[in-house]
């Protein structure tokens, strides 16, 4: 809390302040004083509307988003203000698939016209938007395996956010026939489960032979290793060694993706929590207590961790 005591004339005096920066148009000082403001003393609907205007001004977009979004669960009495200022915020922030979906889930409202007439345009900005995304991937899909490995990921991200479906049989045929990054295979196939891509796909991910058919898989966030793996680890690591969750986190999370969707078949699940901790322990130098871990089956561990580090 602030060290400002809320006399009685504090609160009129900062609506004061905000309404004579926003006249102004010094809209940081207006922020300023929204936050000292919500220290304090409730908001109303017209402050909340007057901040979601000094938000937009001051270019703070995913705060924008998170108030507007807000106000709309609440109920705001000025819903068709509050939408408009949630859609510009998506856009803002490049949302583009979502501001199309929410314009056509909205403009059959009981909106005013007005409204409508403001949203559609920033709708068909954010098609065209979409289709120059798409004939940009399309490019780089042309000659995907000499894109670098950044751009590999970014493209296939946003992909997953704006293009499901589109380039299933492109990706298809890249995965099983171009010699690519684990993680770039992680995300291809996570398209392609999206997309609902249901024909077997063939290839080779470290060392292992995969086929598999996309639709039958579960997801990264719900395989094995994220459900029963990395929380067990990190429950010890909790008790053992706090300080280094953070960058172990990390580094489980990052073999989910790169491992996906292979799986420690040949190694129990006790034993698998045992070797990553015996392995954290190691790599970062700390304390860690686990089970003792035999000579075959850490050889055997390390081996698969080896092929893609």
């Known amino acids: 809390m602030s060290d400002i005591i809320p006399f009685p004339k504090l609160k009129n005096q900062l609506i004061t302040n905000i309404k004579t920066s926003m006249q102004d148009g010094e809209y940081d000082k207006a922020y300023e004083s929204f936050e000292t403001y919500e220290q304090h003393f409730e908001m109303d609907e017209q402050l909340s509307l007057m901040k ?50 929410i314009i056509n889930q909205i403009k059959d409202e009981a909106i005013d016209h007005a409204t409508r007439m403001t949203l559609i345009p920033m709708q068909d900005l954010a098609k065209d938007k979409l289709e120059q995304r798409k004939l940009k991937a399309s490019e780089i899909l042309k000659t995907f395996k000499d894109t670098n490995f950044e751009e590999q990921v ?132 700390i304390d860690a207590n686990y089970e003792s871990v035999s000579q075959d089956d850490w050889e055997q561990f390390i081996g698969v961790i080896q092929k893609f580090e």
Do not use: M
Not at 219 to 231: A, L, M, Q, S, V
Not at 280 to 285: F, G, I, M, Q, V
């Open 52 to 101: 979601c205007e000094v938000l937009k001004s001051c270019g703070h977009y995913l705060e924008l988003r998170e108030e507007a979004s807000i106000l709309l669960n609440q109920g705001h009495e000025q819903y068709d203000q509050v939408v408009i200022y949630f859609v510009e915020s998506l856009f803002q922030l490049e949302q583009y698939q979502t501001v199309v979906e």
């Open 154 to 285: 970014q493209l296939l991200i946003d992909l997953i956010d704006n293009h499901l479906g589109i380039f299933n049989l492109t990706l298809a045929q890249i995965i099983e026939n171009e010699p690519l990054h684990p993680n770039v295979q992680s995300l291809i196939l996570e398209y392609l489960r999206l997309g609902e891509w249901s024909a077997e796909v063939k290839f080779n991910k470290i060392d292992t032979n995969i086929a598999i058919v996309p639709t039958e898989l579960s997801g990264i966030e719900r395989t094995d290793f994220k459900i029963n793996i990395i929380p067990k680890i990190i429950e010890q690591l909790e008790i053992d060694s706090p300080a280094s969750i953070e960058l172990s986190n990390s580094i489980l999370n990052q073999h989910a993706i790169l491992l996906y969707p292979i799986e420690f078949k040949s190694i129990k699940n006790e034993v698998l929590i045992a070797c990553y901790l015996k392995l954290l322990s190691e790599r970062l130098n």
